[in-house]
């Protein structure tokens, strides 16, 4: 029955009910984390044998005869610029390869851009306001944050942020730029669909210095058989002279190691010797032994998507855990939506407006931690305090069903109280 | 005999004949690198060992059973912590483990100045002055260059920095801070005396945002037997409230693998929650399997003290040959003195003024590549153009015979010349 349509007797008895269920599943003292997008330890398994791939006997230099020990290659051995190359689908000149994080990637070059600029005066020196995909992930709110940047929210639609929106928004000269997740986005696991895209490479910002950070985390990581396919945007800024405002990044986090990956930068040239040049200052070139490592296991993009499908098989039974409960639990009931992504590493559950935070803070109380409530919006807050991010991958099946029958109890539960408010 | 002592024929003579040997030398198209600090590959094999130090069998679990393969632990697994503890003799409380390179550990401190401050206004926020010692790093020098720090040079005298000149400079409250290498510094292999790391802990700043970054890269680096002691300047601060203002910085890069070692920070309580807040929005963390990799294959402090012999028994045969090579050719001519370090990398050479441009052009030319002249200097600039690096670590004692032989000759020759022009 539709919560909504019920009568005060009947969500004072529902509240009752699940306040009954809530106190049982607090005296189990659980102790579940779903709150960050972690593999699991059987997923890092997969990759063990990686370890083993650059020693004495195998050998440490690279295909070009390079001691991958020592000094030097800042952009990275050619190997791996290669299987990066292909896996963007770019040019090796067009490739820079970074350490183990994308997310460092991202955060030194906004520094870059706020120290010398993107082309034009260093935004350090300027009024920089950047266009926020909401709901959205908490880490790029976070580095926009830490610089200053002011954020503009748009909505993030089934298929891309609204273009109409965006292409309003960058009128104004002072709107530099935009984090987007194209493909399987976090938290609501949407890949851009091609006339997004499309607009995307047809954007004319007012300010030429404008960036977006293309941040293709989930490039092949697909859950399902039928996967997302997304739009190369380099390729679609052919012959437009847009391809500056991209800056595409990814990494192997969740491929190999999240710890010990390999991350990687696709840009046009000119953002390529730019980045080069600071990058000439900040270090004496990432570690190469790793980037041997990681082309000695997969050896080419092909090697990569099939370690992709032995991924999938651990996560999409998490996956359908938690999405055969709620659609038990939860459908046809007026309190709940969520999406249901064919790859990426988050479910986004969208309760009655309200209730989220409560419905965290309760299952922290039960010992099921979860993302923070507001944390897929800027400065973390959600203005309908509806959005709740599932991060199933690294819970066992077992865990994860106590998880989502707590989540669940405790859900009907703040709903009916909300409800009995009003 | 004394160069400057000589009549013109006499310097025409020596003129003649050196001539006709750099045309010899010329001819044999030498192909050689004494340019950087460049551990050589029987050093590297030196820890070859390590890289099987984490695999499958051995585990890859931090002692308190941390999975370091996957996300988490922003400043480093406690044995790593520990490790870098002893060896710089703090408390692990005040050690961050960073990644491959100390240089990146600096350049993205100097960041975090410019962008958050260090406890007062951002940096970027206010005219920022440097005091730079000099003959100098170069790498130094470039991160200054990169943000627009303005640098200010004092010289580097046998014991450190001359302090009275930096006692002075520091009443400006626009001079922010300092970068040193207080032991067997970069070129001079100068180790700063007790009595200048005590000024050092002494100094009272007028910015109250003063920051010293102590490089300290040859911390156990030494080559000869009565090495070299450094104060510990924490200890030094301690009862002064100074140690704010220094930032202690190190890695492993010449003593495992340059491009894949593990590097660490030293500071103070207030420093190190700063850099955390910084570091929690720009990584996900620092490899935490190499760091493992490390600890297993060094155990402890003296595992890489003993480790550092096997280092020296490399480097000191390479040093002698450039530095009995020097004596024999170059000492009594009044055209050249050098430095005979304990340790590091580096012997600093210092020619006739105006004359180390054109030795090393002219080494160049005879496929002996050397450190840019100048570059020693902030802004590359050696106002007496007579500083030259000279890096023996990478070659081969063959080649640095060859080498040395080479570079004398162009000395005589251009010392020669340089007379004759006056």
């Keep these: 029955m539709i919560f909504q349509e019920m009568n005060k007797q009947q969500l004072k008895d529902l509240r009752d009910e699940f306040s009954e269920k809530y106190n049982q599943l607090k005296s189990r003292n659980l102790s579940l984390d779903m709150s960050r997008g972690k593999p699991s330890p059987d997923q890092l398994d ?45 040019d090796e000149k067009n490739i820079i390869i970074g350490g183990n994080s994308s997310l460092t990637i991202m955060f030194d070059y906004i520094t870059q851009c706020m120290i010398s600029g993107a082309g034009e005066k260093p935004w350090g020196k300027q009024n920089v306001k950047f266009i926020c995909p909401v709901p959205g992930y908490d880490r790029h709110f976070s580095i926009c944050e830490y610089f200053g940047i002011e954020m503009i929210t748009v909505d993030l639609l089934e298929d891309g942020p609204d273009m ?68 190369n945007i380099f390729e679609a800024c052919k012959g437009k002279e847009s391809e ?27 953002n390529i010797d730019m980045i080069k040049k600071r990058m000439a200052i900040q270090t004496i070139g990432n570690d190469k032994l790793n980037q041997l490592r990681h082309v000695r296991f997969f050896k080419d993009v092909d090697g990569l998507k099939e370690h992709m499908k032995l991924h999938a098989e651990k996560l999409k039974p998490r ?27 988050f479910i986004s559950l969208d309760i009655m407006n309200g209730c989220a935070k409560k419905v965290v803070s309760m299952c922290s109380q039960a010992g099921i931690v979860l993302t923070d409530a507001g944390a897929t919006y800027p400065y973390g807050i959600d203005k309908n305090d509806s959005n709740i991010r599932i991060a199933p991958s690294y819970p066992s099946i077992e865990e994860l069903k106590d998880a989502v029958e707590g989540l669940c109890i405790c859900i009907k539960l703040v709903c009916a109280e909300k409800l009995l408010e009003n």
């Design 46 to 90: 997969l990759s063990i044998d990686m370890l083993g791939c650059v020693n004495d006997e195998s050998g440490y230099k690279a295909e070009n005869g390079f001691d991958c020990r020592n000094y030097g290659v800042l952009d990275g051995i050619p190997e791996c610029k290669k299987l990066f190359a292909n896996l963007l689908e770019v």
């Design 164 to 231: 109409d929106k965006v292409e309003e928004l960058i009128k104004d000269p002072s709107v530099k730029g935009m984090f987007v997740v194209p493909k399987y986005s976090n938290p609501c696991g949407n890949t851009f669909s091609d006339e997004c895209v499309m607009r995307f490479s047809n954007l004319k910002p007012a300010a030429k210095d404008f960036r977006v950070i293309w941040d293709n985390a989930y490039c092949i990581h697909d859950i399902a058989e039928d996967n997302d396919k997304l739009m």
């Design 244 to 270: 500056d405002f991209f800056v595409e990044v990814t990494s192997t986090s969740k491929i190999s190691f999240p710890g010990s990956g390999v991350s990687a930068i696709a840009a046009s040239e000119k």
């Design 319 to 345: 996956f359908d855990v938690i999405l055969d409960y709620f659609e038990k639990e939860l459908s046809g009931k007026g309190i709940a939506k969520w999406s249901n992504p064919k790859g990426g590493y």
